[in-house]
């Protein structure tokens, strides 16, 4: 055997050539990724910052929630979104940013936005406050005040827990009918310690 039987195969430059090509598709795929993950990063930045931040200019009465007793503001909350306190980006912020928007159902994607920017610039309570004033309680109320005056003639502020109960009613998603609803709405109330099970069994349907 000679030493040209036992020396090892001369290196074929051919034979890297497919790797060298895979490791530049590779590095050309990554970067296209790249690009394109900044890309979007930047146009949904430029997107969020267009966003407008809801304001809450209005031209007729409002109340304030800081005059609710808190079990009255807790009615509202207790028909349209029982977690509203623990979560983000609620239907009570949703449904605000539409309202206060002025351009009736907006995006999906928008109406995240302007949720988002709610939720980071005011509070749980500055929110229910907004949303309680300008919500549509029919028969041509909009906001609290003018529901008030309309379904039970006294002002927003000496509303009972029976009274706002049926109020909310009217801001249920599902809109059940007046009594079932205003009975969902206080056993809901129940459920997340916002009225007492003996104060629940001394209210009576509104009528």
Do not use: C
């Amino acid at each position: 055997m000679t030493t040209a039987d036992t020396a090892p195969p001369a290196h074929d430059p051919d034979s890297a050539l497919p790797s060298r090509r895979r490791g530049r598709r590779l590095a050309i795929g990554v970067l296209i990724v790249l690009l394109l993950v900044t890309g979007g990063a930047i146009a949904f930045t430029y997107y969020y910052d267009s966003v407008p931040l809801a304001e809450n200019n209005v031209s007729y009465p409002v109340v304030s929630v800081a005059q609710l007793p808190p079990p009255v503001a807790h009615a509202f909350v207790a028909a349209v979104d029982p977690d509203f306190y623990v979560s983000a980006n609620s239907l009570i912020t949703r449904r605000y940013t539409v309202i206060a928007s002025g351009s009736g159902e907006e995006s999906i994607w928008r109406t995240w936005v302007m949720a988002r920017k709610a939720e980071a610039s005011y509070t749980k309570t500055e929110i229910l406050d907004r949303y309680l004033n300008r919500a549509d309680y029919g028969r041509g109320a909009v906001g609290l005040v003018a529901a008030a005056q309309t379904y039970f003639h006294k002002p927003a502020a000496q509303l009972t827990v029976a009274e706002a109960a049926l109020l909310a009613v009217q801001l249920h998603p599902d809109r059940p009918a007046p009594k079932a609803g205003w009975e969902q709405i206080l056993d809901t109330m129940v459920g997340h310690g916002w009225l007492s099970p003996a104060e629940r069994k001394t209210l009576t349907f509104p009528g």
